[in-house]
């Protein structure tokens, strides 16, 4: 089964509005006409709005870096589906390794904002990924496992066709150690095995799994260009219209 490569920019807590804009710019005409992936951009929510509006007339997306999982109320500093709608984005990150490691993000918590994007029609990208600590310890499958199991409790075969995974091995995010095609390869068909039980083969098969963790355009080829790696989600080396533009073109 073919599917169609999602590379992704993670933009962190980088940029003002500005430089938002000033990167769209540079950014839309390098992957003017390149239709062969899709490519999403994910900044912090008060650029979303400059970004949603400077992609405009271009098939590129914008979405968010987290959402909350109620649809509205009294949770102070957070933002709803409906508010990442309104302004225009289609897709958002959930359980990012940050978001699990510095503010208390647990399966539970990603199940739970899992269920209220698929219920917005808004494309979830369900983020996993094993610490140093557990590799070492040769729990990675187990790591997996549970995260998958836990993010999609209660999850339909029937819904769960606009599901993205990404493996994002906390180990070599930010580090510059990345993982070898080989153990991103490994990890990613224990992911989609484990849909499978979940959801039957046919879900698995459709299901996009994106390596995130020191995606560079120096390394995006040997990654990305693999049957089983279905696009990238990429930090750093996000936030420079050409070294993006550059692992879009992988
Ligand atoms: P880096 O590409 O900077 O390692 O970050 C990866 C990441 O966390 C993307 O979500």
Known sequence: MSRKALIAANWKMFKTPAEARAFVEAFLPLVAGHERDEIALFPSPVLLPTVVEAVKGSKVAAGAQNIHFAEE??????????QL?????THTLIGHSERRQYFGETDEIVNKKLHTALKHGVVPIVCIGEVLAEREA?????VLKTQVTGAFAGITA????????????VWAIGTGKTATPEIAIDAHKIIRAEVARLLGVEVAAAMRILYGGSVKPDNCTSLIGQEEIDGALVGGASLKPDSFAAIVKY
């Open 138 to 142: 040769g729990k990675t499958a187990e």
């Open 158 to 169: 029937e819904a769960a066709g606009p599901i993205v995974i990404a493996y994002e091995p």
């Open 73 to 82: 109320g009294a949770f102070t500093g957070e933002t709803s589906v409906g």
């Open 85 to 89: 709608k309104a302004v225009g984005g």
